[in-house]
């Protein structure tokens, strides 16, 4: 049997004669002369994985959002688009689905249903590691009790989670114990603020106290604007 590697080859000089000929004739030489199917080219790679994430509860109406780019540029829309996602998804036990053009991963628990949305060609598993991401921290943020009236009490918390796995569409980590991380600094950072403004304004009463300076509310809350200015040049 003949291998493969013995058949004919093309003598020296042959292929550049075909390709001059097919520059002559204003095209160029593919083999036998067979042009690349448009649907067969790929689309180059980008970083804008994620066109949007919500989180919907057992009737289909909105709880979160984060829309991405201008796909669906108007609430209306995005909520339509939802809509018609949930009408699709909420009675199935798959985890993907392909809607309007668009690739689709979602998780439901309890009465909650939380959706990842890519587009056609994006990759199913990044974008499924995405949710599960999502999933995860909302456990540890929700205590272990992700359902609806869970994640509007902490919505803030709920919000913070989906920015650090997400921004402006591409995936900044998929790592749930990072995202708890940096979240838990998040809110420490700012709980420190506030009690630092909370002290300035009780040492601002303390000190009106006193030198018995008898102070209305806005010269209380002026004194306090003074103590944070001098607090922060310091």
Not at 21 to 49: C, N, W
Not at 203 to 222: D, F, K, M, W, Y
Request: charge should be negative; aromatic fraction near 8%.
């Amino acid at each position: 049997m003949q291998r493969p590697e013995a058949w004919p080859r093309p003598h020296p000089g042959e292929g550049a004669a075909a390709e001059a000929a097919a520059a002559a004739r204003g095209g160029t030489a593919q083999g036998a002369g067979a042009t690349e199917p448009p649907g067969l080219r790929l689309q180059e790679p980008s970083l804008y994985t994620v066109k949007a994430v919500f989180i919907l509860d057992n009737d289909g109406h909105r709880l979160l959002a984060k829309y991405y780019d201008d796909t669906f540029p108007s609430i209306k829309e995005q909520k339509a688009f939802e809509k018609n996602v949930f009408n699709k998804t909420n009675r199935t036990d798959s985890e993907i689905a392909f809607f309007g053009g668009m690739t689709v991963v979602y998780k439901s628990s309890i009465d909650l249903f939380l959706y990842v949305v890519g587009s056609s060609q994006e990759n199913e598993l990044m974008l499924m590691s995405v949710l599960t991401c999502l999933f995860d921290s909302l456990n540890h943020v929700l205590r272990r009790n992700i359902e609806k009236r869970s994640l509007v009490e902490n919505m803030d918390g709920a919000f913070l989670v989906v920015d650090e796995i997400v921004d402006g569409g591409v995936i900044l980590e998929n790592d749930p114990q990072q995202v708890i991380q940096k979240v838990n600094f998040r809110v420490d950072d700012s709980s420190l603020s506030e009690q630092s403004v909370a002290q300035t304004v009780a040492e601002a009463r303390g000190l009106a106290r006193v030198h018995s300076i008898s102070c209305t509310g806005p010269q209380v809350l002026q004194s306090a604007k003074e103590q944070i200015k001098w607090s922060l040049l310091k």
